[in-house]
């Protein structure tokens, strides 16, 4: 349902804002969360609880609305036409954001939620917590936080980890960043959406964890493509590799979660079980890494191994962009084709 200005009001006005959630972002990982989030906020509010999605993408919030719906026909769930909407009728506010300038506009732009926090009277603003899961520019980060706490509201960093799977699953990690204070009043909605939800410190800190646990990850994957793809050039069975790395020193998520080998996981689906699609987009890799080299830079810390993988990714959608949107693992899928090429 597409509220009227006249609802709006009405929801920011009277007793239903405190018990109101708002969810922005309805992609792979914002949709499944959002889901989970409501279900449960449902189940476990007894039907006391009311909700307000956003996306970008009007249709989305729609779609989302709609398969909501069948599911749970006596849920109400309104699809709001802007963040500051959002924010407006309702007190919790979840963001789950593509990127650093998504995460501009909708917090600091014309429409935005710090504008409409600006026009609510000190009471609601004081009662406002907003968490964003988005995985960002740490600095830009702490400005928005900034500018949401000189207001007179509470603001998390919570990016996750986890994947798809763990946000359809319920099952994901929450790096959590903040004051001990917001960390404990944002953990009762972060457990409703993962299954970890870990403190990292001050505003940033969680993002900070984020940005180099998936140093790790892009760096992991790459190697794992390489290894597999070594082992069957030289007459190596996909499957018996998979299970040495797994069982041994090698292992590690990318091989034995998200190896990049149809066939070498039988008793799991990865993305590459389905021509790669479902996972960790290979353009979202290449930003965090590119997050990684830019907070490495102004540090002064190295990055030899985080600077190749991000070049290796850069290469990947620069010449086959149809892995762009894939999951991260199709790296094997380019890594096996310059081999073809290398040896044809």
Request: with cysteine; charged share 20%; aromatic share 4%.
């Amino acid at each position: 349902m597409r509220p009227t200005q006249r609802l709006l009001q009405v929801l920011t006005a009277s007793p239903q804002r405190p018990r109101t959630i708002g969810f922005i972002g309805l992609g792979r990982m914002g949709s499944p969360m959002a889901h989970n989030l409501l279900e449960r906020t449902f189940i476990e509010s007894v039907g006391n609880a009311r909700f307000v999605v956003c996306d970008a993408r009007t249709a989305t919030a729609d779609a989302f609305v709609a398969d909501f719906a069948t599911e749970f026909p006596r849920v109400e769930v309104i699809v709001a036409s802007s963040p500051a909407d959002t924010v407006l009728a309702s007190e919790t506010v979840i963001t789950m954001l593509p990127s650093t300038p998504h995460v501009r506009n909708v917090y600091s732009e014309a429409g935005g939620i710090i504008p409409a926090l600006r026009s609510l009277p000190p009471d609601a603003v004081r009662s406002t917590m907003c968490i964003d899961s988005t995985t960002l520019d740490v600095d830009v980060a702490r400005e928005v936080s900034a500018a949401v706490h000189s207001i007179g509201a509470t603001m998390v960093d919570a990016p996750v980890s986890g994947g798809v799977t763990g946000a359809k699953a319920g099952t994901l990690s929450f790096l959590v960043g903040g004051t001990k204070v917001e960390f404990g009043r944002a953990s009762p909605t972060l457990t409703l959406m993962g299954k970890n939800i870990i403190y990292c410190g001050g505003s940033g800190a969680g993002l900070v964890a984020k940005i180099c646990n998936n140093l790790v990850l892009g760096v992991q994957q790459i190697v794992v493509a390489e290894a597999m793809l070594l082992g069957q050039r030289l007459g190596l069975d996909a499957k018996v590799l998979a299970s040495v790395i797994n069982s041994s020193t090698g292992a590690c998520w990318s091989s034995s979660v998200n190896n990049p080998v149809p066939g070498a996981l039988p008793d799991k689906s990865p993305p590459c079980e389905q021509d790669y699609e479902g996972g960790f987009a290979t353009r979202l890799m290449l930003k965090d890494l590119g997050l990684a080299s830019d907070v490495a830079d102004s540090v002064g810390s190295p990055l030899a191994l985080g600077e190749l993988a991000e070049q290796i990714y850069g290469d990947v959608v620069r010449e086959d962009p149809e892995l762009m949107d894939k999951d991260f693992s199709s790296v094997y899928r380019y890594l096996r084709l310059a081999a073809n090429q290398r040896s044809g």
